[in-house]
């Protein structure tokens, strides 16, 4: 669903250079191959994962990289997409920082998007701020999630205490960019925005839903 509003809303990819920042798997350069791009190239901030995308994805250049300094070149590329990263940067000088960065490797007239950024800390307006505590992770999912997925969450704990699993709990901190900070951030970058809107994602009985605390943003950058 992500790719695809990106693809829809970020286009067109014919003959373009296309940089995806926080590429995760690259499936979103994998399926621009197919628009003719000039060029695809994705970065992640985990060198082995980067190595692990190089053996299993043609066609697409992966290097190693993290905002809010890129080892890249200034403007080159036509479209920058930068999706769920900067809500992981630690405040927003970082994050000021970070949107300069992907506007000077974008080039002149360039498309940018900037996609999931949350306009209020949704970690603690979800009452997910239990910091490094197990025991009040565990309380919060019997108290949001219910009974299910408490047990299922507990035996997890207990497998990972034993050796027999690996568990990651979800970040801790969460930053938040209200959009007129955000829109004034990129004017600042030399960037203007095209579209902006709520973040869609699947809903809980199907469909799509709005995000209450995520928004999406599309960029250009002057000529």
């Known amino acids: 669903l992500v790719n695809r509003t990106i693809r829809e809303r ?20 994998a399926s621009l191959l197919a628009e003719g791009v000039a060029g695809a190239v994705g970065v992640s901030p985990n060198l082995e994962e980067v190595e692990r995308l190089r053996d299993s994805r043609s066609g697409i250049e992966f290097r190693p990289g993290r905002l ?14 930068c999706n769920g990263v900067l809500l992981l940067l630690e405040d927003l000088a970082a994050a000021g920082a970070a949107v300069g960065e992907i506007a000077r490797v ?30 009040r992770w565990l309380g919060h999912v019997l108290t949001h999630d219910g009974i299910g997925p408490f047990l299922r969450s507990a035996r997890s704990v207990v497998r990972a205490a034993v050796g027999l699993q690996t568990m990651i709990l979800h970040p801790k901190t969460c930053l938040a960019i209200p959009p007129d ?7 600042e970058a030399g960037l203007s925005v095209v579209w ?16 209450l605390y995520r928004w999406d943003y599309l960029f250009e950058k002057a000529p």
């Open 196 to 211: 902006k809107g709520r973040h869609v994602q699947p809903g809980p009985e199907g469909g799509v839903v709005g995000s």
């Open 106 to 135: 974008a080039g002149p007239g360039a498309r940018v998007w900037i996609g999931e950024v949350p306009e209020v800390d949704e970690i603690a307006a979800d009452g997910r701020d239990y910091g490094d505590s197990i025991l």
């Open 10 to 29: 970020a286009g067109p990819w014919a003959g373009r250079r296309v940089l995806d920042v926080g590429c995760g798997d690259g499936s979103l350069l």
């Open 68 to 81: 809010p300094r890129l080892d890249l070149a200034a403007g080159g590329f036509d479209v920058v997409v």
């Open 181 to 187: 900070r955000m829109e004034s951030t990129a004017r």
